[in-house]
């Protein structure tokens, strides 16, 4: 399985610098998946709390597998579930807010989840052009990923916009560009690649030939990312942080 706390090492320090949580904060960690940010914001809210939300119970089974004494989680939509209003002082996440079908109407919720002069402060990736991995992957592999679910958020006009229809103020924007870690060699980085769900599809439309054309593609591609201490690709994302009236 593809180690994503692996992959993202390199981003859990940023976030969790961003954030800045403080001993007493009540967080919401949207999207949390298998809970790292999660543990870390419950780490410095040492007197606070923290509420991991995700629409997986499988990634949650995985968070739930390292309990703290601060730490809840709750399987929910954090588009619309309803959140009792104004009870968190921080919302963080790690790539987990790209994902809503209705942008405005998701960000909105976790506004009214935030006390007055709360801090929304969330890890986004920039547009796919940015994003090596993003790219090169899918060119090696000879196809484009339909999903374009993780770059909703890659503009930061367009997210300025979302963010200010939903009610934050005065959002800001720091581009971060960090290296995605994909395994401690081209072979393994190869099998975590294929073990995601876009490639797999990918490769599932091609005949026999044109498939084990891909592979090796896909193999040349990581071999040329091996750095001798892990196969890196490069990557682009925004911190977005925004405060309620
Ligand atoms: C790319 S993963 C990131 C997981 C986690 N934040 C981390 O950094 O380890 C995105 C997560 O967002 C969750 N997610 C997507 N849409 C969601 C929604 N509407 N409400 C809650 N969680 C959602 C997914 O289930 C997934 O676990």
Known sequence: ?????????????????ASAVRAEDRVLDVG????????DAAADAERGSVLGVDVSERMLEHARRQPMPNVDYLLADAATYTFEPGSFDVCISRFGVMFFDDLVGAFTNLRRALRSGGRLVVLVWQRREENEWARVIPEAIGGTFRD??????GS????????????????????????????????????NVLALREPQ????????????QAHGALREVLAAHDTGSGVYFESAAWIVTGVTP
């Open 201 to 212: 599809a990918l490769l599932a439309e091609l005949d026999p030939a044109a498939a084990a």
């Open 156 to 191: 930061e006009d367009v997210t300025r916009d979302i963010l200010t229809s939903a009610g934050f103020i005065d959002p800001t924007f720091t581009a971060v560009h960090e290296l995605l870690y994909y395994g401690p060699d081209a072979e393994t980085a190869c099998a």
């Open 32 to 39: 949390c998946g298998g809970g790292q940010t999660t543990r």
């Open 1 to 17: 399985m593809f180690d994503y706390d692996a992959e993202m090492r390199f981003y859990r320090e940023r976030l969790r610098a």
């Open 148 to 153: 374009e679910s993780a770059f909703t958020l």
